[in-house]
């Protein structure tokens, strides 16, 4: 299985090819996410993901284009971003993502499909994302409890995402992130 992490940053994983530009660790293939093509030859890749990176694109349609075109038919595609009630709080965020994001990849949105098709199978809002970042700037007590608020929100979130997304989320301080789960189709 052929897997890519696009914008690996300082986060390398293992079993998957990670590409990035501005990093301290060595990525294993170098470029510019926000130049296309990427390095990499058409219908290649089974699984893609990306963790915290397209918020930083100036074009996350193109770079979801790029992926489709590097991608099999069929290939899984995860796609974890600040969700836009706290997306913009990193002074290099460019976009903001909510739950509607996988409606411009479908033909059938006439408010905007971008010529690529993909099929959602999941949308997740995280309240407390990202905890292995998060344990190494809270003390243990804090990092607790917002772990448990996470999960107690995180569970009201998962009975309307969309609620949650638009409304909901402003009563709870937002929540950190909305996961994106897709199925490349061609």
């Not at 995280?126 to 998060?134: I, L, N, T």
Request: proline share 5%; glycine share 6%; aromatic share 20%.
């Amino acid at each position: 299985m052929n897997k890519l992490n696009i914008g690996s940053g300082e986060f390398l994983k293992e079993g998957f090819i990670n590409v990035d530009f501005y990093s301290v660790t060595k990525p294993d293939v170098v470029h510019d996410l926000s130049k296309f093509p990427y390095p990499f030859e058409e219908n290649y890749f089974d699984w893609v993901e990306s963790d915290h990176c397209f918020e930083h694109l100036p074009n996350p349609f193109a770079v979801m284009k790029e992926v489709h075109r590097i991608s099999k038919n069929g290939a899984t595609v995860i796609i974890r971003v600040p969700h836009f009630s706290r997306g913009f709080t990193h002074a290099e965020h460019k976009a903001g993502f909510d739950v509607t994001f996988p409606y411009y990849f479908k033909k059938t949105f006439k408010g905007g499909f971008q010529g690529v098709e993909f099929e959602s199978t999941k949308v997740r809002l995280r309240w407390f994302a990202q905890p292995y970042f998060k344990k190494a700037v809270l003390s243990k007590p804090q990092f607790y409890i917002a772990l448990g608020l996470g999960c107690f929100f995180d569970l009201f979130a998962k009975i309307s995402t969309f609620a949650c997304s638009r409304i909901w989320c402003f009563w709870v301080g937002g929540f950190e992130e909305v996961e994106f789960h897709f199925i490349v189709k061609k």
